[in-house]
């Protein structure tokens, strides 16, 4: 078999709140893909592969059902400073994990669909003003956002991300390219966020810039968007963030984001079972587009995602995390894609052939423990 899959994944970045999401979602469903342009199930595809290259290693079997796939996808990450940001012109770690599932034709051509099945997201350092305002009197302060388990979980509706592509031949060694796929997260798939050339709307102290018409509740936690939590460890200056810079202000212990990335990938086979290749991605756009005020007088959140006693951030609330949400760049790049290069970055992926889902459905946790 070949390689790898150029899919979407979705990280994405968030704010004040040091939140960074990807999200390449996926289930099965139509798996109608444009050549370019448009959107159809969550995706939009550009750039048709005209072809591959053959590996020069043993021939492995041809694929005669559906061929579901683990793969870990890691890159470094840069980001712009804010008001309560500080900058990492070095980068770190963004770590995404995807499942895949598809179907390979006599003629090597390849259709299917993708979905998240983790995320891991960097940590990022506070300016002396937001160190301050979150309580450290000395030393700088740090956020990191997490995406619980369940979020991921397989039974979540999430939209599909729809690829298609070619694989150079059935030889290990053998190339695998897909077309390129724009994937949407707390967006409806209707939108105009669908089609990469729309230009993603900067944040605004003073309006939602992403309609709530847009907004969709796609990890049905009964918030629209898909929702990120903090780690909440001080001993380690790792701190809940307040929704301003006035140290009086409530502390925010969930956000709501909406994602769109657009992500490629190209690679090889090592083996029967296993590729390897690199990353690039063209856009990791993101906005928080709502967040939840701790406030231990307010009753408990009603929502899946037990957020615990408070209420809704106001406008002017949510847009202040939103306005200090990190604007993702490639390593020591000044901007972001596409203005500045592409993020880049390495995967690898792995066939499963079973899991520990009913009846031996392969699982979001099976893809986790795959390529830890």
């Not at 709502?290 to 615990?308: E, I, N, R, S, Y």
């Not at 392969?362 to 423990?369: H, M, N, Q, S």
Request: hydrophobic share 35%.
């Amino acid at each position: 078999m070949n390689a790898l899959l150029r899919s979407c994944l979705y990280s994405l970045p968030m704010g004040f709140a040091a939140l960074t999401h990807a999200a390449c979602s996926s289930s099965p469903g139509d798996q109608s893909v444009p050549d370019s342009g448009g959107s159809s199930g969550g995706s939009s595809g550009s750039g048709a592969v005209d072809g591959g290259t053959p590996g020069d290693g043993g021939a492995c079997p041809a694929p005669t059902m559906a061929v579901t796939t683990a793969t870990k996808i890691s890159t470094k990450i840069s980001w712009i400073a804010s008001l309560a940001d500080l900058p990492n012109p070095d980068g770190l770690d963004l770590t995404i994990w995807l499942m895949t599932t598809y179907t390979q034709d006599a003629t090597n051509h390849l259709t299917g669909t993708t979905r998240t099945c983790g995320n891991v997201t960097p940590t990022i350092s506070l300016t002396l003003a937001g160190s301050q305002s979150i309580g450290m009197a000395t030393g700088t302060a740090k956020v990191q956002s997490k995406f619980a388990p369940a979020v991921w979980d397989d039974t979540k509706d999430m939209h599909p991300t729809n690829i298609t592509g070619l694989v150079g031949g059935l030889n290990i060694g053998s190339s695998l390219d897909i077309n390129p796929v724009v994937t949407l997260i707390g967006l409806k798939q209707g939108s105009t966020w669908a089609d990469p050339n729309t230009m993603w709307p900067a944040a605004s102290t003073s309006m939602d810039v992403i309609p709530p018409s847009d907004q969709t509740d796609d990890d049905g936690d009964g918030h629209l968007g898909i929702t990120a939590t903090f780690v909440d460890d001080n001993a380690n200056a790792l701190w809940i963030p307040r929704v301003s810079l006035n140290s009086t202000s409530p502390r925010t212990n969930g956000v709501y984001v909406a994602l769109r990335t657009q992500l490629s990938v190209s690679g090889h086979s090592t083996s029967c079972t296993d590729w390897t290749g690199t990353v690039d991605i063209p856009r990791l756009d993101s906005h928080v587009i709502g967040c939840h005020v701790v406030d231990p007088t307010l009753p408990a959140d009603t929502g899946t995602a037990m957020l615990g006693p408070g209420g809704e951030c106001n406008l002017t609330q949510r847009t202040f995390i939103d306005s200090n949400n990190p604007v993702y760049t490639a390593v020591g790049a000044m901007d972001p894609p596409p203005v500045g290069p592409p993020i880049t970055g390495t995967f690898q992926m792995k066939t499963l052939t079973t899991g520990t889902g009913a009846g031996g459905a392969i699982t979001c946790t099976d893809v986790r423990t795959a390529l830890p």
